[in-house]
């Protein structure tokens, strides 16, 4: 079985909603509003090199998807590793190795499968989905010393169950790594 981990940029207050640009009033909080340490960053990278596939939702895929794929460097594990978007309503995905799936229930079988394990990011819908049908094993969180008030949230409160804290690390810039496995 492999295993999915959800991995986000989070604020303070529990926002997940466009760290880098998007629509949020603040985007971009991730670079504009925190000095950039570079160590804090070093699980991105370790991400990219032990992910088999990346798992995100519709609209973090309209986001990525005309990007990632022009940043030959800095995303070449992505690029060329297979991605599964869940949607109702992508037919033809643009993005070279993607497959689109309908249901949670199709995320369950990709993850009954073997492999490396499957990341997610963004997709605060998705991520959420994937916690109530008990299908997220762990969470990488970079938590930013920054609170936004509203946004798109990784929990929204229907949560329920432990966490492990397995990992974690302060940054000299207030970031704080925490990797959670999903306690069962």
Do not use: C
């Not at 504009?32 to 991105?44: D, N």
């Not at 690029?79 to 037919?91: D, E, F, I, Q």
């Not at 033809?92 to 949670?104: K, Q, Y």
């Not at 990011?121 to 998705?126: E, P, Q």
């Amino acid at each position: 079985m492999r295993t999915l981990i959800v991995t986000e940029f989070i604020t303070l207050d529990g926002v997940i909603d466009s760290p880098g640009g998007g629509d949020h009033p603040r985007a971009g909080w991730t670079f504009k509003e925190v000095p950039f340490v570079e160590e804090a960053y070093e699980i991105k990278g370790r991400e990219q090199l032990e992910a088999g596939a990346m798992l995100m939702g519709r609209v973090s895929y309209d986001e990525f998807a005309p990007v990632w794929p022009t940043m030959t460097e800095e995303f070449a594990e992505y690029n060329a590793m297979p991605k599964y978007v869940v949607s109702s309503s992508l037919t033809d995905p643009e993005w070279d190795g993607t497959t689109v799936l309908r249901s949670l229930d199709e995320v369950a079988a990709l993850k009954e499968g073997e492999g490396d394990p499957i990341i997610v990011h963004g997709s605060a819908t998705l991520a959420q989905g994937l916690a109530a049908a008990g299908l997220v094993d762990r969470y990488h969180l970079l938590v930013f010393p920054v609170t936004l008030g509203d946004g798109k949230r990784l929990f929204d409160g229907h949560e329920q169950g432990t966490l492990k804290l397995v990992e974690h690390e302060a940054y000299s810039n207030g970031v704080v790594k925490n990797v959670f496995d999903v306690v069962r």
